[in-house]
């Protein structure tokens, strides 16, 4: 049998190139569909995005709208007059909790023997807290130390430190002390926190001073104005 072929133009199995070619132009068409696919997905969610933001600016622009409108409404003189009457509220809550009687008596449960308190001014600060500077005279800083201890160890002085301190003449130490006060700690006697009319005393009252002495007698009557 002849087994050579004696064609001009030798036969090639083009079949399996052919099928390569449709799998990879199928390939790409899938590729091609499923871009065409995201770019309208992303194209409607930008569109959304767009129409959501220009939504959010408007509301913005009334919110604005109205804000101005009301504080063109507001009615200052109003405000001041509502401002006023809540200082007066405050005034009388500061009234109520300060007791003069029972500051003295705290004093006087905690002054050593070589210490004499000269002056005694109370603030009230933005926090409605009661900040007391005391001025004392002692014979020595010791002395001074010991009285910041025991004002320390009641709970109704806190945040103790000495704002200045200096020799007088005769050599005694002269301290400017502050601290915070605080009217609700343990330790005060009830019955004299009110005055001998027996109303509340204020702290915004002018600045004591005189000499308070530590004595067998009621505070009171340390205290000489």
Same mark, same amino acid.
């Given at each position: 049998?002849?087994?050579?072929? %004696?064609?001009?133009r030798p036969f090639y199995n083009v079949s399996?190139?052919?099928?390569?070619?449709? %799998?990879?132009?199928?390939?790409?068409?899938?590729?091609?569909?499923?871009?065409?696919?995201?770019?309208?997905?992303?194209?409607?969610?930008?569109?959304?995005?767009?129409?959501?933001?220009?939504?959010?600016?408007?509301?913005?622009?009334?919110?604005?709208?109205?804000?101005?409108? %009301?504080?063109?409404?507001?009615?200052?003189?109003?405000?001041?007059a509502v401002a006023a009457d809540a200082r007066?509220?405050?005034?009388?809550?500061?009234?109520?909790?300060?007791?003069?009687?029972?500051?003295?008596?705290?004093?006087?449960?905690?002054? &050593?023997?070589?210490?004499?308190?000269?002056?005694?001014?109370?603030?009230?600060?933005?926090?409605?807290?009661?900040?007391?500077?005391?001025?004392?005279?002692?014979? @020595?800083?010791?002395?001074?130390?010991?009285?910041?201890?025991?004002?320390?160890?009641?709970?109704?002085?806190?945040?103790?430190?000495?704002?200045?301190?200096?020799?007088?003449?005769?050599?005694?130490?002269?301290?400017?002390?502050?601290?915070?006060?605080?009217?609700?700690?343990?330790?005060?006697?009830?019955?004299?926190?009110?005055?001998?009319? @027996?109303? &509340?005393?204020? &702290?915004?009252?002018?600045?004591?001073? @005189?000499?308070?002495?530590?004595?067998?007698?009621?505070?009171?009557?340390?205290?000489?104005?």
């Open positions: 049998m002849i087994r050579n072929n %004696l064609s001009t399996a190139v052919r099928g390569w070619m449709l %799998l990879a132009a199928i390939v790409v068409g899938a590729a091609t569909l499923f871009n065409v696919a995201q770019v309208l997905r992303y194209s409607n969610s930008n569109t959304e995005l767009q129409t959501r933001a220009a939504s959010d600016e408007q509301a913005a622009r009334d919110l604005r709208a109205k804000a101005l409108t %009301l504080r063109n409404s507001v009615d200052t003189t109003q405000v001041e007066q509220a405050n005034d009388l809550i500061d009234r109520r909790a300060f007791s003069w009687t029972e500051l003295f008596n705290r004093f006087e449960r905690t002054l &050593p023997d070589d210490v004499r308190i000269t002056a005694v001014r109370p603030v009230v600060d933005k926090n409605r807290r009661i900040m007391l500077t005391v001025n004392v005279l002692a014979r @020595g800083v010791d002395d001074v130390n010991q009285f910041m201890e025991n004002l320390d160890k009641t709970g109704a002085f806190q945040d103790l430190r000495s704002r200045q301190e200096q020799t007088t003449e005769s050599g005694q130490i002269e301290s400017a002390l502050e601290m915070l006060y605080v009217t609700s700690a343990p330790g005060g006697d009830a019955a004299t926190a009110t005055n001998t009319t @027996g109303a &509340p005393e204020s &702290p915004a009252a002018a600045t004591t001073t @005189g000499t308070v002495a530590k004595s067998p007698q009621p505070a009171s009557a340390g205290v000489r104005r």
